[in-house]
């Protein structure tokens, strides 16, 4: 079946450092792929998403790429702070908008 | 706005206790879903709705019931609480009205923390 797969955390990160957090997914045809985070004591928030294979999603500095080659949908950001922490789950989304998660990577980013 | 909205935050149950969690959108969202989360883990669908009187379950809804009579309203109930139940629970909807492969963004609640002793 569908899955997606992320980097192990905690990801721990000085202010202004650049962020990489890996995801790659299994899925058959061509799902969504989406990034959510979510902050302490709150629900999910969508962060940016990506419909189709070489789209970019970006919001607040954050992008991603869908790279159907790759199978991949990596999370960058250029120089996080310290507002950034937070849990950060990879998803993807097939009939019914349905979404399958991965296990979340929770970033801490220190002054 | 209110958006997502479930009561209660936080409930602890006994063992074979029951209850109902509620959720309840203002969005006038055609789908619904609920999730739980475990401790390190991703959330994991429990059942989804695409709208009044039609439910259908997701990977994990041993133990849950769900009813959806109205657009705004999916309560998910708990017959008979094990500790196997321990979780956060998340409701959300997503408006799907132009089809069913149109993967509009899911708008989530603030979760229910919930215990079973």
């Known amino acids: 079946g569908d899955s997606v797969t992320q980097m192990e955390g905690p990801v721990t990160l000085s202010e202004e450092a650049f962020l990489t957090i890996n995801c790659t997914y299994t899925a058959t045809g061509y799902p969504s792929l989406f990034w959510y985070v979510q902050y302490p004591g709150e629900g999910l928030q969508l962060l940016l998403k990506a419909t189709k294979a070489d789209d970019k999603g970006s919001n607040k500095g954050f992008e991603a790429t869908y790279r159907k080659e790759t199978t991949s949908f990596h999370l960058e950001k250029g120089s996080v702070q310290v507002s950034d922490s937070a849990v950060y789950f990879c998803?993807?989304?097939?009939?019914?908008?349905?979404?399958?998660f991965g296990a979340g990577t929770r970033l801490a980013v220190h002054p | 706005n209110a958006g997502v909205t479930q009561t209660p935050k936080f409930r602890i149950l006994k063992i074979g206790q029951s209850m109902t969690l509620q959720c309840t959108q203002d969005?006038?969202?055609?789908?619904m879903y609920w999730y739980r989360q475990d401790p390190g883990m991703g959330l994991k669908l429990i059942y989804y709705s695409v709208g009044a009187g039609i439910t259908d379950k997701g990977e994990v809804p041993n133990g849950y019931n769900v009813s959806r009579s109205t657009t705004e309203d999916f309560p998910l109930r708990l017959e008979l609480a094990a500790p196997s139940q321990t979780s956060v629970y998340f409701c959300?909807?997503?408006?799907?009205?132009?089809?069913?492969?149109?993967?509009?963004?899911?708008?989530f609640g603030d979760g229910t923390r919930l215990s079973i002793l």
């Open positions: 959300a909807s997503s408006d799907n009205r132009v089809g069913t492969y149109s993967n509009q963004p899911q708008h």
């Open positions: 969005m006038n969202h055609n789908y």
């Open positions: 998803a993807l989304s097939g009939g019914y908008n349905k979404l399958i």
